[in-house]
């Protein structure tokens, strides 16, 4: 019956690594198409339930209810801004605010969802879901530390691209992250230059451990039941 119970939790919380996905993608979506103060307080409510969830299949219930409060809000701010948006203007000051609070966001959610990862014993769907939540994670928490880099800086942030803009700073992010590098955009001094380089260290870094060694451990049950024959 424990067996069971354990098994139906660690679906439950795979189905929330998975929700987390989702969140991430439509995160992804609000951010390039935000450009009102509804849009953007949308986003930061969207990022705030992607915590909550993350945070509960993690099993960090302490970090899970201060999720749920800001959750509930940024949920009301988000209906004032749809309300009384026409009046509300976000300043340079408050455009930094959110851009420092999303970095915030996609950085502690990643280490609470490793720490989680790192403690589990078995290697199963939940991990691999949560595994790639920290990835896309890390591409979302690098792109909004760019848009903060180039809301404090005085000069445009990229070279030839002109101060850009969420989408702008999405792309490039995951485009540095995967190491593909199309170089249509690109930074036009430090610290930009260096986040970047940061970045693609941290994608690669994680491909080739962390991700290596969960596929290398989700193949030993397999081998482990149909072991070798002795004769051969």
């Known amino acids: 019956m424990a067996a069971r119970m354990a098994a139906l939790a660690d679906r439950d919380a795979a189905n929330k690594y998975g929700l987390v996905l989702i969140l991430l993608a439509v995160s992804y979506v609000a951010s390039v198409v935000a450009d009102s103060p509804a849009g953007i307080t949308t986003v930061m409510l969207v990022q705030l339930l992607t915590l909550w969830l993350a945070f509960s299949a993690s099993e960090s219930h302490r970090a899970q209810r201060i999720a749920g409060i800001a959750c509930l809000l940024a949920g009301l701010a988000a209906v004032a801004a749809a309300i009384f948006g026409h009046a509300l203007h976000l300043d340079a000051g408050a455009l930094r605010a959110i851009s420092l609070f999303s970095v915030l966001a996609y950085l502690i959610a990643p280490l609470v969802i490793l720490r989680h990862l790192i403690r589990r014993s078995v290697v199963d769907a939940r991990t691999i879901l949560g595994a790639i939540a920290i990835y896309l994670m890390l591409g979302m928490m690098f792109a909004f530390t760019f848009r903060a880099i180039g809301l404090f800086q005085s000069d445009p942030f990229f070279e030839s691209g002109g101060p850009g803009d969420n989408a702008d700073f999405l792309f490039f992010s995951f485009i540095t ?25 941290v994608g690669q870094l994680f491909l080739v451990t962390a991700l290596a060694k969960i596929v290398s451990a989700w193949r030993l049950p397999r081998a482990a039941a149909h072991p070798a024959d002795p004769a051969e």
């Open 177 to 201: 992250l995967t190491t593909t590098g199309y170089g249509n955009l690109v930074p036009a001094g430090n610290p930009g230059q260096t986040t970047a380089v940061l970045e693609a260290i």
